[in-house]
């Protein structure tokens, strides 16, 4: 264990995630905390995890772990599918997905569509790392909200991403059904969408809702797993739904620049811990018997 360097002012990141649990990381250096039209924006240094940017008080990304995410919620999809050519992501403006997704040759376009220009100006000025793939010839970047944006376009993607932030505000009807319903029309008939869905210890609820959602407009659908240490609770999830292929199985191989994806961990991810198979399977069910009860 490293001394407490005693010099530096005790000055910490808490994130509020739930009214009895907290996140603290010391903080070196305050470089953005501003307010924009849709949310606030801070940028800290911190001793820990490098650079960190949160909005509206939840961390987006940290320098040191953004990779676990950024490669789960884009390399699952991207390897399902033997050809993924046409790519959207939704929210994403810190750039962390499209890069990912650039790292495929097959990819011929990917847009960008975030809410909130700031935050991909944001990432431009400091986190290089992680908005590098933002200027790719292949990216093209949309300042929308993607609710509308995803209605006007229809047969179109291969893989759609959804980066979102939490459920709340804009973002909230990134994940409802109707969202996944016009999803499901801008995807190509052989298309895939993944979105983030949350901790299952933190937000379980959110967990379930957002599956099932996904689960009743896509006829192949299933939840996968992965470590985000940052992220409340370090468990994260994601559901994903296809029109076609089984996204359990790999058709595309992985780019060799990965840090956290492999081919084995692809397969593994699909295979849930018992309560979390429960927390899905119980809602589930509990969905089928209201329908029922509406039905009579
Ligand atoms: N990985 C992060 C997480 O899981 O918390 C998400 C990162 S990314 C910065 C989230 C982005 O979603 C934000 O930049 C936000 O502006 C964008 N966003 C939220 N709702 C949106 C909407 N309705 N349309 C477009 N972008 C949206």
């Known amino acids: 264990m490293q001394p407490m360097d005693r010099r530096s002012p005790d000055l910490w990141y808490t994130e509020y995630q739930k009214p009895d649990m907290r996140l603290g990381l010391r903080i070196k250096e305050i470089l953005v905390n501003k307010q924009t039209q849709y949310q606030h924006i801070l940028v800290v240094e911190t001793a820990e995890y490098g650079r960190l940017l949160a909005l509206d008080g939840a961390i987006q990304i940290t320098e040191r772990d953004e990779f676990t995410y950024h490669e789960m919620i884009t390399h699952v999809a991207m390897c399902a599918h033997p050809t993924p050519k046409r790519v959207l992501v939704v929210g994403g403006g810190d750039g962390g997905v499209v890069r990912e997704v650039i790292k495929h040759d097959s990819v011929e376009r990917v847009t960008l569509v975030d809410i909130d220009e700031a935050v991909i100006e944001t ?114 999830t994601y559901a994903i739904g296809s029109k076609l292929y089984d996204p359990r199985e790999t058709r595309s191989s992985a780019p060799l620049d990965v840090r956290y994806y492999t081919k084995d961990l692809h397969h593994s991810a699909f295979i849930l811990p018992k309560f979390l198979k429960d927390l899905i399977g119980r809602d589930a069910k509990m969905q089928t018997k209201e329908k029922a009860c509406h039905a009579t």
């Open 123 to 236: 990432s431009r000025a400091y986190f290089p790392s992680v908005s590098c793939a933002l200027d790719h010839p292949k990216v093209e970047i949309a300042t929308m909200d993607a609710l509308v944006y995803v209605k006007e376009h229809v047969d179109e993607f291969n893989v759609i991403i959804v980066d979102s932030t939490d459920p709340v505000d804009f973002a909230a009807g990134l994940y409802e059904k109707s969202f996944f319903a016009t999803a499901a029309n801008a995807l190509k008939s052989d298309g895939i969408i993944v979105a983030q869905t949350e901790s299952p210890f933190a937000e379980p609820e959110i967990v379930s809702s957002t599956f099932l959602a996904l689960r009743e407009v896509f006829p192949i659908s299933f939840l996968y797993w992965g470590a985000v240490p940052t992220y409340p609770t370090g468990l994260w």
